[in-house]
């Protein structure tokens, strides 16, 4: 059974960041694809970024150049390093993989 927890989430004032974790158990990060979806208020999930088992990336339009996933495969866990943050990034932020789903980490961006 795969299970994903996050962690880092906060405040923090626009132009900041920050960096999400998750923690990935029930497999191997090099066999599976890891993905940070994000849920703002009123909003569908969107997906911000993921990374492959073979370690292919990918990233929204709207975080290129401002987020970056990586990943440390000894600590099956995957990071999303934030930087640069707008209001607009506000939302809970959410890793999946293989369907499973972790219970998510709230973003909040002040101006």
């Known amino acids: 059974q795969v299970q994903l927890v996050e962690s880092g989430g906060g405040m923090v004032q626009a132009g900041g960041s920050l960096r999400l974790s998750c923690v990935v158990s029930?497999?191997?990060?090099?066999?599976?694809?890891v993905a940070w979806y994000r849920q703002a208020p009123g909003s569908q999930r969107e997906l911000v970024a993921d990374?492959?088992?073979?370690?292919?990336?990918t990233y929204a339009d709207s975080v290129k150049g401002r987020f970056a996933i990586s990943r440390d495969i000894a600590r099956n866990t995957v990071y999303l390093q934030m930087n640069s943050l707008r209001p607009d990034d506000t939302a809970v932020y959410y890793c999946?993989?293989?369907?499973?789903w972790g219970q998510g980490t709230q973003v909040t961006v002040s101006s």
């Open positions: 990374i492959t088992g073979g370690g292919s990336t």
């Open positions: 029930g497999t191997s990060l090099r066999f599976t694809t």
């Open positions: 999946n993989s293989q369907r499973h």
